[in-house]
């Protein structure tokens, strides 16, 4: 029994307040005190939803040096809700998976930064596409999206 309602989108314990209180369809008695995590409070049915998403620009130097300056790129997200954002980087021939990693967005226009370097793994030079997807606090995820970009060794590349 819940002391205080919940809101939209909080999530929480359930539990049963003592031996005998509940019984299953056939009549048997729950013994113990189980519990139950809860991800969704009353409520919770609009998932996340990623918009607007794009690399810019979409090739960058694999290393930042003196002759190749645009060692980044910007990842553009717009999100309906406050939301974790899992990355994953796959090589755009094949799809084979390179990296991934995961950050914490807020609703609304988002910027986070992309180098050629991502968790100690060095991106390879080549096309490569990232792959977003939006988890919320009551872990409802949202469709994927990807946006291309390129990964070149040398400024004459660009």
Do not use: H, M
């Not at 910007?74 to 406050?82: D, E, I, M």
Request: aromatic share 8%; with cysteine.
């Amino acid at each position: 029994s819940a002391t205080t309602p919940w809101n939209t989108g909080e999530a929480g314990t359930v539990f049963l307040s003592g031996n005998g209180r509940v019984t299953d369809g056939t009549g048997n008695e729950v013994l113990g005190e189980p519990s139950k995590l809860v991800y969704a409070g009353p409520g919770e049915i609009t998932g996340p939803l990623i918009s607007r998403y794009r690399a810019s620009p979409t090739t960058f130097c694999q290393r930042k040096t003196t002759k190749c300056r645009r060692g980044q790129t910007y990842l553009y997200v717009t999100l309906n809700k406050p939301a974790r954002v899992i990355f994953n980087v796959y090589r755009a021939k094949g799809r084979k998976f390179v990296v991934k990693y995961v950050r914490r967005l807020t609703a609304g226009t988002n910027k986070t930064r992309l180098f050629g370097t991502i968790n100690g793994r060095t991106l390879p030079a080549t096309s490569l596409i990232v792959n977003a997807v939006a988890e919320d606090a009551a872990r409802n995820l949202s469709p994927g999206v990807d946006t291309p970009f390129k990964v070149v060794t040398r400024k004459s590349q660009l």
